[in-house]
């Protein structure tokens, strides 16, 4: 007969002050908080708990992102709370399993408690305006890539500069990197006029941090 071991008694996600979340930004830090009971009353229990964070996957086995492994002692009929960081690094859901001394005990169900989603920040693209109307070098487009719970610009974002065609699919025309407070100015652009009107947009096609996102479109009357 082994030795006893402590007891599963709760879990799940939570934020730095300890509210239960069930979605976050990626790279923002939450934690599994897991609580593990000794209900005897005159002995003391050792064991060692595993915490398995998994990225569920659509069509592919989930895959492990994390674990983390603690050596828990708890006096008679005593609790003791693991809490364990997580940085959610891709846009998905997570989900956690409970081991005690390899075997498993609690697996996060799919449904409730909820498990974590995680998700990208918005972004928003302005166009500040255009300037310098000539054939040749062509006109500067000046705008700014925020970031739309902060308001704060993204740095060194790539943006894209495209004209709109009718018949054809929209070219692009030139990119561009954002500066430190999210400014962009991109020069020499030419697009295709017609009836001396060109219509161009501004496409910021999203990293591991950023959704996506894609201008107004901007019209205006060549002067030639």
Not at 26 to 46: A, C, G, H, W
Not at 84 to 108: L, S, T
Not at 169 to 193: H, Q, W
Request: hydrophobic fraction near 35%; include cysteine.
């Amino acid at each position: 007969m082994r030795d006893p071991l402590p007891q599963y008694k709760s879990s799940g996600w939570v934020d730095s002050s300890g509210k239960p979340v069930s979605y976050s930004l990626v790279y923002d830090k939450v934690f599994i908080e897991v609580i593990m009971e000794n209900p005897l009353r005159m002995q003391s229990v050792t064991g060692l708990v595993k915490v398995a964070i998994f990225k569920s996957n659509k069509f592919l086995p989930d895959t492990i992102v994390k674990h983390s492994k603690h050596i828990v002692t708890l006096p008679p009929l005593s609790t003791e709370r693991i809490v364990v960081p997580f940085k959610p690094p891709f846009e998905a859901e997570y989900y956690y399993k409970v081991y005690i001394e390899n075997e498993e005990v609690y697996v996060q169900p799919k449904r409730s408690p909820p498990r974590l989603r995680a998700f990208r920040r918005e972004s928003r693209i302005i166009i500040d305006g255009v300037s310098g109307f000539s054939q040749n070098p062509g006109f500067t487009i000046t705008g700014k890539l925020i970031d739309v719970i902060t308001g704060n610009g993204i740095e060194k974002a790539k943006v894209e500069i495209y004209d709109v065609r009718t018949f054809r699919g929209d070219k692009m025309l030139a990119c561009g990197i954002t500066d430190k407070n999210g400014f962009f100015s991109v020069e020499g652009l030419r697009p295709l006029k017609i009836r001396n009107q060109v219509s161009v947009y501004v496409k910021f096609k999203g990293d591991d941090v950023y959704k996506p996102s894609v201008s107004d479109c901007f019209k205006l009357t060549m002067p030639y």
